[in-house]
């Protein structure tokens, strides 16, 4: 897949005041600060995703249009614990509303930082995925900032936690290296 033009096309509070085009959408999602703006400037190839050093940043769900083929979807990241308990709950219930009820869902993108250990909240979301029906890929990020044999032990340790029974993409935002992979997993998942 290659990327040509994208526009950010919709930031809503709930789905269901989206984009309405029939378009297949692709949802990005994982806990807050795993680098997901990051991964979407480095597929975009240009900056449109916010990116902040400051975790929980992406409170909304934001709709890139892509090729004017597809929607990429940013979902907001989990597990931000200076947000309120509250405030947290709402998060969980538009993000499980917009995986249960959007039927132009093709792919769930999950995104997992290798290099801290595996949180109940990514175990939650690659079962609720699965429970849902939803093709998933996994995708290890900021995998620059480790050697190749501690990647391999993480990619190894994140298949057996999350039972995904095959090793996670790895991809660097910093070096771009991975990029290729996830657009041909993604690119697989639209023409399926």
């Keep these: 897949m290659q990327i040509e033009e994208v526009t950010l096309r919709a930031t809503v509070a709930d789905h269901h005041e989206g984009p309405r085009e029939p378009l297949p959408q692709v949802a990005f999602a994982g806990r807050s600060n795993v680098g997901k703006s990051s991964l979407l400037n480095a597929l975009f190839g240009r900056t449109l995703a916010s990116v902040s050093k400051t975790p929980g ?10 090729n ?48 801290i250990p595996t949180s109940p909240l990514d175990a939650d979301l690659v079962a609720f995925v699965r429970e849902s ?23 190894q340790r994140l298949a057996r936690e999350l039972g995904s029974g095959t ?15 996830v657009l041909v997993a993604i690119a697989r998942a639209l023409a399926a």
């Design 57 to 66: 940043k992406t409170r909304t769900i934001n709709y890139y249009l892509v």
């Design 167 to 181: 090793a996670p993409l790895s991809f660097s935002a910093h070096t771009g290296a991975g990029r290729k992979d």
């Design 133 to 155: 029906g939803r093709p998933l890929v996994l995708v290890m990020t900021k995998t620059d900032r480790l050697g190749r044999g501690e990647l391999a032990r993480a990619a």
């Design 68 to 115: 004017h083929r597809c929607f990429f979807v940013d979902l907001p990241g989990y597990g931000y614990a200076r947000a309120g308990h509250g405030e947290r709950e709402a998060w969980g219930r538009r993000i499980t509303a917009y995986l249960e009820q959007e039927n132009r869902l093709r792919l769930v993108v999950g995104l997992i930082d290798p290099r």
